[in-house]
């Protein structure tokens, strides 16, 4: 890496290795942001799951409680 900086920034030429090993870790840091991505989107729907849910349960206990008031 170091090698990389002081090439870049003297003008010098970056050679193929390191230019295969960016690439490598470029593939990797794709790979992993795709599978944070799906847990984050399997952690989205499963936050709005519960919230819908919550939601439905304070609508049934306050029906439940307008029913007790009308008998």
Do not use: C, P
Not at 46 to 58: A, G, H, P, W
Request: net charge negative; hydrophobic share 40%.
């Amino acid at each position: 890496m170091a090698a990389r900086v002081e090439a870049a920034t003297m003008g010098g030429e970056i050679d193929e290795e390191e230019s295969d090993e960016r690439g490598s870790m470029w593939d990797l840091d794709q790979k992993l942001d795709q599978s944070m991505d799906e847990e984050a989107g399997r952690l989205r729907n499963m936050y709005r799951e519960k919230v819908s849910f919550f939601l439905l349960q304070i609508h049934f206990h306050f029906l439940s409680l307008i029913m007790l008031e009308f008998r």
